[in-house]
């Protein structure tokens, strides 16, 4: 029998968050925030890795202007590939499959922005998945769904391939209602959370073929980059010229050898104001009451301050978020409608 | 005919304005603020008495921890008599009338914390109560009632003493809703708005009579004043002594001679969030919006920031206060709330 094929976990931190405004900032995005825990869920996400068998220190491919903030809450002997420019997920992990391609490690990406609440299902599911990776199959990781959710893409699974992994039937684009509970009703789909399991010898033969000027710009830019310790600075210019693409639509809804692990893990990307309050501690009165904040006769809120004092007095189902210099008050289930708020703002400071 | 009897306004300062924490404070109370205007209360209180006829420069009654704040706001000429402690209106009023005792003047009384739109008509209303002044009658202002208000005392009307100048009957309490609107419907009954006008002399006569230890102890307090330019600080041992009591317990319940004007000038006490969202300013969709703050799809919300910018987006019917410190939400309607609020700051800092 082969010997065990390590895992780098890979992170990918580009994300702005904005969909948490105004907590998320585009200087200090979600990742790096503490949301569900007194851990932020870019360290949550580290924890995450603890365990898995056969596991190297991990690779994060984060924005270099966050450079800071991952030092502060990485950890020893992790690799910082700090990207120069956003290229959306498929150039971000061709830097880290470059990076890994010696030791052809298997990739264990992830989003650094995630809540995972059963860890211990995520690495069973890693497991599960082990086999089909040293065989040279793409494998992404499905959450079971529990509700039709029209905020995520779906995979259609297909034929089971080994206990618990099937080969990907095809990637379905965000639903609308009708087709997400369609979905949920007929059974056999996934959501797609962005999480990925492969061989950097496997993704990089993948965009070889299907992206072969994506591969040849993240080439150029590893080849020409700066680096410190640990820390690899690609070429500013090369990465600029890299096409920028989601890897659900550069490889793997065009790659053949594509597998999933369904997979029932308390996962959630906490893309919402109301997420986190559906994932928080909640009192008895259903309010999450998170920072410089109270709660008096009061039911059903996300009440949290990282700024001045919040006192909500007599109201119900509400959202109000405060940091230092930006207040926001909305309703529960309109937390979609931040956007609206950052246009405001937007048009406030030109 | 005898010459027209000066008037001196006296402003009484020494008010908390507690109910409309957190922008009001203890060390920058309503009156101070601007709420309904781009002038503080105290600044449109101070352009209330210009235009009365044979008027004198004023005389502010206020807290000592508020001087500066009082010279900020104030004018020229005018005399601060600042009190080293809180006695209630009565006594605040003995220290004015002890200073006008000389020149015998008809003392003007009024809170620094209301509105009056129609200042015609309380310059008209003076005019009336001019003649029964002179004849030695304490007179208050009583204002023509156009809701079953329960957080004022009533004046019930007695006999006409001359056109517009109606003897009173009686002090009401703050009523129940239902003797509210009972009074409201008999007629006859207007609200206590604390603004009096009678002459120095004829309140210190009613104090001799009704309150002698009051008057001894404002005696003292004022032939022990320090003064400074137009600044008088009354004796603190001796105003310690003085009982607390308001004018209208202390003097007016009691005095024999108590004449009413009603009348109907725009006033109100600004007493709520809830009466500034009634007096503000609105947008087309009912909203008061104040300083750093915007309203997205929100309708009928008072939403004000001295201090972090606030958004509230698809809300209804909200009070949304920030300052640098501290941020209140609480649906309209319940902004009596807002002690439960103070009451649970109180308990954190303990």
């Known amino acids: 029998m082969a010997a065990l094929q390590p895992i780098t976990p890979v992170i990918l931190s580009g994300g702005a968050g904005t969909r948490l405004w105004p907590v998320s900032r585009g200087a200090h995005p979600k990742q790096f925030i503490a949301l569900t825990d007194v851990r932020t869920m870019f360290e949550l996400t580290l924890a995450r890795i603890e365990g898995i068998d056969h596991a190297t220190a991990p690779v994060i491919v984060g ?9 502060a809450q990485g950890r020893a002997g992790m690799t910082l590939i700090l990207e120069p420019c956003a290229r959306n997920t498929a150039p971000a992990i061709a830097l880290a499959a470059l990076a890994l391609e ?27 998945a082990r086999p089909l990776v040293a065989q040279g199959w793409l494998v992404t990781f499905g ?24 080969q990907v039937a095809r990637f379905v684009e965000k639903p609308d209602l009708a087709r997400a509970t369609a979905m949920l009703a007929q059974g056999g789909h996934v959501w797609n959370a962005g999480i990925f399991l492969f061989s950097a010898h496997a993704y990089l033969a993948a965009l070889a073929e299907h992206q072969p000027a ?6 150029d830019a590893m080849a020409r980059a700066e680096r410190d310790g640990n820390t690899l600075r690609p070429a500013a210019d090369a990465f600029a010229a890299c096409p920028a693409d989601s890897i659900d ?24 104001w109301d997420a986190l309050h559906t994932l928080a501690a909640k009192d008895a009165q259903n309010n999450a009451v998170q920072g410089a904040a109270h709660a008096i006769e009061t039911r059903g809120c996300l ?10 007095v007599g109201a ?7 940091t230092a210099d930006e207040i926001l008050v909305l309703p529960r289930g309109r937390s979609q409608d931040v956007r ?11």
């Open 63 to 71: 924005n270099a202007a966050h450079a800071a903030l991952i030092h």
């Open 102 to 128: 010696a030791q052809d490690s298997a990739m264990l990406v992830m989003p650094s922005d995630h809540v995972v609440t059963d860890v211990a299902a995520f690495h069973a599911a890693i497991e599960r």
């Open 143 to 166: 959450i079971e769904p529990d509700a039709p959710e029209t905020g995520f893409g779906y995979i259609a699974l297909g034929d089971e391939l080994a206990e618990g992994v099937r």
């Open 214 to 219: 994506m591969l040849a710009a993240a080439q």
């Open 249 to 272: 639509y550069a490889v793997m809804e065009r790659a053949e050898r594509v597998a999933c692990v369904p997979v029932r893990m308390g996962w959630s990307d906490v893309g919402s």
């Open 303 to 312: 009440i949290r301050s990282d700024g001045p004092h919040v006192t909500v």
């Open 316 to 322: 119900q189902d509400l959202i109000v978020i405060a």
């Open 340 to 350: 609206k708020a950052v246009a405001a703002l937007a048009d406030r400071k030109d």
